[in-house]
């Protein structure tokens, strides 16, 4: 009887080491992850904050766009938003990107 006890004790801490290991390693993917959305989001940041300066550049008139580059920004926002989407997202409205 002891032997079944010892073996069911032994069952039990393999199944709880097993757990954990498992755990660390969901912790340690979701850490992965965490860091790349840090970095997406700080990509996001610098494009947004790009974009808005080229916009006051343009409506001051010290930046002038060529048609590549109008042509490419259209295409951007096409790909980003097929549908009409919220400002953050494409600082642009859509009458301000055909003006280009």
């Given at each position: 009887?002891q032997g079944?006890?010892?073996?069911?004790?032994?069952?039990?801490?393999?199944?709880?080491?097993?757990?954990?290991?498992?755990?660390?390693?969901?912790i340690s993917?979701?850490?992965?992850?965490?860091?790349?959305?840090e970095?997406?989001?700080?990509?996001?940041?610098?494009?947004?904050?790009?974009?808005?300066?080229?916009?006051?550049?343009?409506?001051?008139?010290k930046?002038?766009l060529?048609k590549a580059?109008?042509?490419?920004?259209?295409?951007?926002?096409?790909?980003?938003?097929?549908?009409?989407?919220?400002?953050?997202?494409?600082?642009?409205?859509?009458?301000?990107?055909?003006?280009?």
């Amino acid at each position: 009887m002891q032997g079944g006890h010892l073996e069911l004790c032994t069952s039990s801490v393999s199944s709880y080491q097993i757990q954990e290991s498992v755990a660390v390693d969901q912790i340690s993917q979701l850490s992965k992850d965490w860091g790349c959305v840090e970095q997406l989001v700080k990509a996001a940041q610098l494009l947004t904050a790009s974009l808005h300066l080229a916009k006051a550049q343009i409506k001051s008139g010290k930046l002038i766009l060529s048609k590549a580059v109008k042509q490419g920004m259209g295409g951007v926002r096409q790909y980003l938003c097929p549908r009409p989407c919220p400002r953050a997202l494409f600082p642009f409205t859509p009458r301000e990107s055909l003006m280009w």
